[in-house]
């Protein structure tokens, strides 16, 4: 589904975020993407979502050849992968049922089709009775609920969550790695990018830890 092939990332001024990774990430697979503070997992994942382009090697998502996509065909990728964020980027000026459907509205589906498809996703993740709430009166695991439900209201192949649990306590964090497994067990193909290794060690996935821009595969 994933394949990093030699792939770095030079940054202006020289930084090299990552150096000659390659790995790959089998269809329905969920991995765990490790390393110290800077060791370029947010770098990796936004080559992904072509965020980024590569300075040398190739990237593939679900066979495609993402050096050799122009842009105007980005967006087709994007839709493909949804992406969860640690600080969750919700609209607070709209509410639950909004933030979620967002995608969608900008994808140009029908309502009825709009209003199916979140309120699927809410369910989901537990929020169905939140729709009509704006994201302020929530706690911050129902706000980080809300961004998995949006990343998650295209039925994307691919689903990446960078630092996701960042700010949230054991137990929440705990809640949601399991739902990212649950997603996975109905075939989502799942990388989750975190410090948080004790976290890690109690779910039996391989992991993929970066160190200085270069991966060491467990």
Do not use: C, W
């Not at 190739?58 to 992968?81: A, C, S, T």
Request: hydrophobic residues 40%; positive net charge; without cysteine.
């Amino acid at each position: 589904m994933i394949r990093f092939d030699q792939v770095s990332k030079r940054y202006p001024g020289g930084h090299e975020a990552l150096s000659r990774v390659s790995f790959e990430l089998e269809n329905n697979e969920m991995v765990f993407l490790t390393g110290h503070s800077g060791a370029g997992k947010s770098t990796l994942m936004k080559l992904i979502i072509m965020m980024e382009r590569p300075s040398q090697g190739q990237v593939f998502v679900d066979g495609v050849n993402l050096n050799r996509l122009k842009n105007h065909h980005i967006p087709e990728i994007r839709r493909n992968v949804g992406v969860v964020f640690q600080n969750h980027q919700l609209l607070f000026d709209r509410n639950v049922f909004n933030n979620v459907a967002l995608p969608l509205t900008i994808g140009g589906y029908k309502p009825r089709e709009i209003g199916r498809r979140v309120r699927a996703a809410l369910s989901k993740v537990g929020l169905a009775d939140k729709e009509k709430q704006f994201p302020i009166a929530l706690s911050g695991g129902e706000q980080q609920r809300v961004g998995i439900a949006r990343a998650v209201v295209n039925k994307p192949a691919v689903l990446l969550a960078d630092e996701p649990t960042g700010n949230l306590d054991p137990a929440l964090s705990e809640e949601i790695m399991n739902l990212f497994g649950q997603f996975n067990q109905v075939g989502v193909t799942v990388m989750i990018a975190t410090h948080d290794l004790g976290l890690v060690k109690q779910m039996s996935y391989r992991q993929l830890v970066l160190s200085q821009g270069r991966l060491n595969a467990k």
